[in-house]
């Protein structure tokens, strides 16, 4: 009797060191993760770009246009939510064709160039839409920090064997709402409260 109990014993024990030696079996593979898309980084071509805006003043419509703006634009064309656009613009570079009127809108009352130099805007979505895309970000004018959602066309090429990109579009900002009009230019009867800012960029890819 006990050599049969000693030589179960000595069975289990076997047993369990065998399948303690096998080794573990191996976890279902995860699926891989498909890798987003780089983004190519572009860049503004001053020389060939445009930024205006249009303005009503004495019943009148008016252009003007800012000469110094910095643009950088990372567009990932299979995936837009991973693109970015990031403007900055020099407001002091602004030009009606009217030193008087220019000098006048850099004042205090209005842009108050010499507290608030620069204008920006930041974008940190892109969407696609059906005339092209809808940049989905931050504007500061004057200090004053609102959502702005911008409606642009964008085309790539080539030239010269490098990669460049066209940019255009066309959006509309309520001048009051950034605070553009202190004291008796607050009134929109001389001055129109709607301006309509446009611009035509050329964009070299880094």
Do not use: C
């Amino acid at each position: 009797m006990r050599l049969l109990i000693s030589g179960a014993l000595v069975a289990a024990v076997l047993a369990l060191q065998t399948v303690l030696a096998q080794p573990p079996a191996a976890a279902p593979a995860t699926p891989a993760t498909p890798a987003t898309p780089a983004a190519t980084h572009y860049v503004l071509d001053p020389a060939k770009s445009s930024l205006d805006y249009t303005f009503v003043q004495a019943g009148a419509a008016n252009k003007g246009r800012f000469t110094r703006f910095q643009v950088a634009y990372d567009f990932a064309p299979e995936s837009p939510a991973a693109s970015r656009l990031d403007v900055t613009v020099d407001i002091n570079s602004l030009d009606t064709g009217d030193q008087e009127r220019d000098d006048t809108l850099r004042g205090a009352d209005l842009f108050a160039v010499a507290k608030f130099p620069q204008a920006h805007f930041a974008a940190s979505q892109i969407d696609r839409t059906a005339s092209g895309y809808e940049a989905v970000g931050k504007l500061t004018i004057r200090g004053v920090t609102r959502d702005a959602r911008v409606p642009f066309s964008f085309r790539t090429a080539t030239e010269n064997g490098a990669a460049v990109g066209y940019m255009s579009g066309k959006t509309s900002l309520r001048r009051l709402d950034y605070g553009v009009g202190q004291g008796d230019w607050k009134a929109t009867d001389q001055v129109g409260n709607d301006v309509i800012v446009s611009f035509a960029l050329r964009l070299t890819a880094r």
